[in-house]
């Protein structure tokens, strides 16, 4: 019972800890934004990681080794947020930092805890690190799927008491602070069950099932691997990008093999089959590392530099690590899988040096890409229409926002350049300046040929719903590509009037946006979705040939239960699937 009332009452000071943060109530310390951010991390490390650790080790260790991994973190998370200007909306410009400080959040709690139970000399201490670092995930989701039906039976219970004209719950529900906490203690007491029955409810019974994912994961590599070397090398591109499901892959087959060599031998696969499996993914992982490796290359050299393509490079090489281990490990014969083992627990540290390198000037991803875009640009190859002009100016951090001011000190001397800036950012303000806009957006928007001009209300609309358009992003350099392409139809023929359909291709991503016409205005309904002739999904797709359809003319309407898009080879559906 004490251990209950423990994580009740620590998780009830979560709760009124997120309370404050969704209210925003750290705005009122005497700080500026990077120290709001700092707080925030701060408290949030904090409790994930005492509520984490307290049912194994005691509240006086967990809320020690909380302590110990939280300030730290907030630190460097207040670091790394000087590189960007101080706005409310800090941490929506972060991913990737926020990313390096949870690894440095997590990966930290089963070394904290082997200590906490063994004494320092247990640090290495693989099967304790192992069953630590299992029970984590694990308890956890089964207290979230235990939060998750307390809210649906207090929302039944809500809706029964309605019936009978008792709106008291319904009311309660709604207070923010009530919420809040209540989350919290129900999450606090889900997770002290799941630790008094860690018998019942441990990891071995979800680590089994995905063991017998050996062998498919195998098969598909070796495929993939055959296919690589008969087209030397080259990869299409199908669903999402080449690059990430190679990455992908690869962490999953980390995975599965560290889940396949278990705590020890005795724990360990001894199926033939199983074993097998093992080793050949150990064997193949080298190929997916070095195929992902080949394929980001490509890229950077091809469009230079940018925060992900860093972060995918930093990815590899963590990857590239897995990759040379394990196969190493399985070349030199027995006690391969004692080898792997001491391999992870190496490579923990090497990811944790990673992640505290993102967050200090060691790795500054926005340097080094907003200095790439830069060089690119002078040696003429990339036009300014191609360069990232909106990211460097709004989400580059401080970095982009000098390399944006440099470019802007040249535009003086460089005419498209001046266009591509002038684009981004209209000199007129108010009415005027929305004017230009709107008959900016008209020369840049592709519109099928005979298409009527669209109205007002529609570009305004189109300029609200997606951000990428308003920062002049669909504007290219003279003699290039249209980047945007809009079409009207009546694509939902049970709802009146038209749909527009707003395709864009931008630099780093392709987005589809979905609008209709209701009772005058324009409003935005969604994503819209891709599918191949054969009907299958792709979830990501190069929307720079149907653009270019679309501008010929070679283009239809084609029903699909909704009316959809027919152009380019594909097909596009004015909602998500």
Same mark, same amino acid.
């Given at each position: 019972?004490?251990?209950?009332?423990?994580?009740?009452?620590?998780?009830?000071?979560?709760?009124?800890?997120?309370?404050?943060?969704?209210?925003?109530?750290?705005?009122?310390?005497?700080?500026?934004?990077?120290?709001?951010?700092?707080?925030?991390?701060?408290?949030?490390?904090?409790?994930?990681?005492? !509520?984490?650790?307290?049912?194994?080790?005691?509240?006086?260790?967990?809320? %020690?080794?909380?302590?110990?991994?939280?300030?730290?973190?907030?630190?460097?998370?207040?670091? +790394?947020?000087?590189?960007?200007?101080?706005?409310?909306?800090?941490?929506?410009?972060?991913?990737?930092?926020?990313?390096?400080?949870?690894?440095?959040?997590?990966?930290?709690?089963?070394?904290?805890? *082997?200590? /906490?139970?063994?004494?320092?000399?247990?640090?290495?201490?693989?099967?304790?690190?192992?069953?630590?670092?299992?029970?984590?995930?694990?308890?956890? +989701?089964?207290?979230?799927?235990?939060?998750?039906?307390?809210?649906?039976?207090?929302?039944?219970?809500?809706?029964?008491?309605?019936?009978?004209?008792?709106?008291?719950?319904?009311?309660?529900?709604?207070?923010?602070?009530?919420?809040?906490?209540?989350?919290?203690?129900?999450?606090?007491?889900?997770?002290?069950?799941?630790?008094?029955?860690?018998?019942?409810?441990?990891? =071995?019974?979800?680590?089994?099932?995905?063991?017998?994912?050996?062998?498919?994961?195998?098969?598909?590599?070796?495929?993939?691997?055959?296919?690589?070397?008969?087209?030397?090398?080259?990869?299409?591109?199908?669903?999402?990008?080449?690059?990430? =499901?190679?990455?992908?892959?690869?962490?999953?087959?980390?995975?599965?093999?560290?889940?396949?060599?278990?705590?020890?031998?005795?724990?360990?696969?001894?199926?033939?089959?199983?074993?097998?499996?093992?080793?050949?993914?150990?064997?193949?992982?080298?190929?997916?590392? %070095?195929?992902? /490796?080949? =394929?980001?290359?490509?890229?950077?050299?091809?469009?230079?530099?940018?925060?992900?393509?860093?972060?995918?490079?930093?990815?590899?090489?963590?990857?590239?690590?897995?990759?040379?281990?394990?196969?190493?490990?399985?070349? !030199?014969?027995? %006690?391969?899988?004692?080898?792997?083992?001491?391999?992870?627990?190496?490579?923990?540290?090497?990811?944790?040096?990673?992640?505290?390198?993102?967050?200090?000037?060691?790795?500054?991803?926005?340097?080094?890409? +907003?200095?790439?875009?830069?060089?690119?640009?002078?040696?003429?190859?990339? =036009?300014?229409?191609?360069?990232?002009?909106? +990211?460097?100016?709004?989400?580059?951090?401080? *970095?982009?926002?000098?390399?944006?001011?440099?470019?802007?000190?040249?535009?003086?001397?460089?005419?498209?350049? *001046?266009?591509?800036?002038?684009?981004?950012?209209?000199?007129?303000?108010?009415?005027? %300046?929305?004017?230009?806009?709107? *008959?900016?957006?008209?020369?840049?928007?592709?519109?099928?040929?005979?298409?009527?001009?669209?109205?007002?209300?529609?570009?305004?609309?189109?300029?609200?719903?997606?951000?990428?358009?308003?920062?002049?992003?669909?504007?290219?350099?003279?003699?290039?590509?249209?980047?945007?392409?809009?079409?009207?139809?009546?694509?939902?023929?049970?709802?009146?009037?038209?749909?527009?359909?707003?395709?864009?291709?931008?630099?780093?991503?392709?987005?589809?946006?979905?609008?209709?016409?209701?009772?005058?205005?324009?409003?935005?309904?969604?994503?819209?979705?891709?599918?191949? /002739?054969?009907?299958?999904?792709?979830?990501?797709?190069?929307?720079?040939?149907?653009?270019?359809?679309?501008?010929?003319?070679?283009?239809?309407?084609?029903?699909?239960?909704?009316?959809?898009?027919? /152009?380019?080879?594909?097909?596009?559906?004015?909602?998500?699937?």
């Amino acid at each position: 019972m004490q251990l209950r009332l423990q994580h009740i009452l620590l998780g009830l000071l979560a709760g009124m800890f997120f309370w404050a943060l969704d209210n925003q109530l750290q705005q009122r310390l005497p700080i500026d934004a990077h120290g709001q951010f700092g707080v925030s991390v701060l408290g949030t490390v904090f409790f994930a990681t005492a !509520l984490a650790m307290l049912g194994e080790i005691g509240w006086r260790r967990a809320f %020690g080794a909380a302590a110990l991994i939280a300030v730290p973190v907030a630190l460097l998370g207040w670091w +790394a947020s000087l590189g960007y200007a101080a706005s409310e909306t800090l941490a929506g410009y972060m991913p990737y930092e926020l990313l390096a400080l949870s690894v440095l959040a997590l990966l930290p709690m089963p070394f904290a805890m *082997a200590v /906490a139970q063994g004494g320092t000399r247990a640090w290495n201490d693989y099967p304790a690190l192992f069953l630590h670092a299992w029970n984590i995930v694990v308890r956890y +989701a089964a207290a979230f799927i235990f939060l998750g039906m307390v809210w649906l039976v207090l929302y039944l219970s809500a809706r029964l008491l309605e019936s009978v004209d008792l709106d008291f719950l319904r009311q309660l529900l709604r207070e923010k602070l009530f919420a809040f906490a209540l989350s919290g203690g129900i999450l606090g007491l889900g997770l002290a069950v799941v630790t008094e029955l860690e018998e019942m409810i441990s990891p =071995t019974l979800i680590l089994r099932l995905l063991r017998l994912l050996l062998p498919p994961v195998l098969l598909v590599a070796v495929i993939f691997v055959a296919g690589f070397i008969a087209r030397r090398g080259e990869v299409s591109l199908i669903g999402f990008s080449q690059i990430e =499901t190679l990455l992908a892959m690869a962490a999953a087959a980390v995975t599965l093999i560290s889940i396949g060599i278990e705590r020890d031998d005795e724990s360990a696969v001894r199926a033939r089959v199983l074993r097998v499996s093992a080793q050949g993914l150990a064997l193949v992982l080298p190929v997916l590392v %070095g195929a992902a /490796a080949w =394929t980001g290359w490509q890229s950077v050299t091809a469009q230079g530099w940018t925060p992900g393509r860093v972060a995918q490079a930093v990815l590899i090489v963590l990857l590239a690590g897995y990759a040379l281990g394990y196969a190493g490990s399985v070349l !030199l014969g027995r %006690g391969w899988m004692a080898r792997l083992r001491r391999i992870n627990i190496a490579m923990a540290g090497v990811v944790l040096l990673a992640a505290l390198a993102w967050l200090t000037p060691v790795l500054d991803a926005n340097g080094v890409a +907003a200095r790439s875009q830069l060089a690119l640009y002078r040696e003429g190859r990339i =036009t300014a229409g191609a360069l990232p002009l909106y +990211a460097l100016k709004n989400h580059w951090g401080l *970095a982009g926002q000098a390399a944006f001011a440099e470019l802007e000190t040249q535009a003086g001397d460089d005419r498209a350049l *001046a266009t591509a800036l002038a684009r981004l950012s209209p000199s007129a303000d108010g009415a005027e %300046g929305a004017s230009a806009a709107r *008959a900016q957006l008209r020369r840049d928007l592709v519109l099928p040929p005979g298409a009527k001009v669209p109205e007002d209300a529609l570009l305004d609309a189109i300029r609200a719903r997606a951000p990428e358009v308003a920062a002049g992003l669909c504007a290219s350099a003279e003699g290039a590509a249209a980047n945007c392409a809009l079409i009207e139809a009546d694509f939902l023929s049970d709802v009146p009037g038209d749909e527009a359909m707003v395709l864009l291709h931008l630099p780093d991503r392709d987005a589809i946006y979905v609008l209709r016409q209701s009772n005058g205005a324009w409003d935005s309904i969604g994503w819209g979705s891709v599918v191949d /002739a054969q009907g299958e999904p792709r979830f990501r797709v190069d929307l720079a040939p149907v653009i270019t359809a679309i501008k010929r003319g070679e283009m239809q309407l084609a029903p699909s239960g909704i009316m959809a898009l027919e /152009a380019g080879g594909l097909r596009l559906l004015p909602l998500s699937r």
